[in-house]
């Protein structure tokens, strides 16, 4: 369809499923110009998106990058960017904690929509970055498979003095795990891998461990409350054995 009603794109096809980070590099090294937008295929760009992204980062040559205000199918407000993630952070959110005293997450429902912010992570799913920057920092850790990638990219961004702007003048629906839907419990799995290997990027396996031991400390009251209602909840029996694999394939990750 591509070929056939683009014929001026220059259209990349590979036999096999190489990794977000792996497949996005292969078209940031042939393509051109000042700004590079990486997009994930179950997103709809909303009429001038890309406009107000363009004309935020130009008005500010310090932003390496910007994403936009991302909703769900149904319009709602859809998590566009948090806090940079440290182990301690992810154990505070899934003991539920974050509820009361917001410390992995951003009360991005309490933001006014018409005044861009300085974030710490933007979202992957849209993300518009200036060349200049990717150049400074280098290209997406091709290492990363799926998830955590973007992470991994902001983090070497602010690094370097780049700024990291959310802008929710720009609005892009995201439908949101269309890529990962089939394959769920793998894709749960591989989320927690990717964490993993980036704490070990950035700590070593001393760091590594001590997110590894915080997620058996979160996840076996998780266990313990869904193998109650998995007597009467087929959901609930799947989070099980999820969860049940997780901590078992934890220490080989």
Request: aromatic share 12%.
């Amino acid at each position: 369809m591509v070929e056939a009603e683009f014929p001026r794109i220059k259209l990349l096809q590979n036999g096999s499923n190489l990794g977000f980070a792996r497949a996005n590099n292969q078209a940031i090294r042939q393509s051109k110009g000042s700004y590079l937008l990486l997009l994930n295929s179950d997103t709809e760009l909303l009429p001038g998106a890309l406009h107000q992204l363009l004309h935020f980062m130009d008005s500010l040559p310090n932003v390496g990058a910007a994403g936009p205000l991302l909703l769900n199918s149904d319009g709602s407000i859809q998590p566009s960017a948090h806090p940079m993630l440290t182990p301690e952070r992810e154990f505070w959110r899934l003991s539920f904690l974050d509820h009361f005293l917001p410390r992995a997450t951003y009360r991005m429902a309490t933001w006014d929509r018409q005044i861009p912010r300085q974030v710490e992570v933007l979202k992957g799913a849209c993300l518009l970055l200036r060349r200049e920057a990717l150049e400074a920092v280098g290209l997406l850790d091709d290492s990363f498979f799926m998830y955590t990638e973007e992470v991994d990219l902001c983090f070497r961004l602010a690094q370097a003095g780049w700024q990291l702007w959310w802008v929710p003048g720009a609005r892009v629906v995201h439908h949101g795990e269309s890529s990962s839907r089939q394959a769920s419990e793998e894709m749960y799995i591989q989320l927690y891998r990717s964490k993993v290997q980036f704490y070990r990027k950035y700590g070593g396996e001393r760091r590594a461990n001590r997110f590894k031991y915080l997620i058996h400390l979160a996840y076996w009251p998780r266990i313990v409350v869904a193998t109650l209602f998995a007597l009467t909840s087929t959901r609930s029996a799947m989070r099980v054995r999820t969860y049940r694999r997780l901590l078992a394939e934890l220490s080989g990750m």
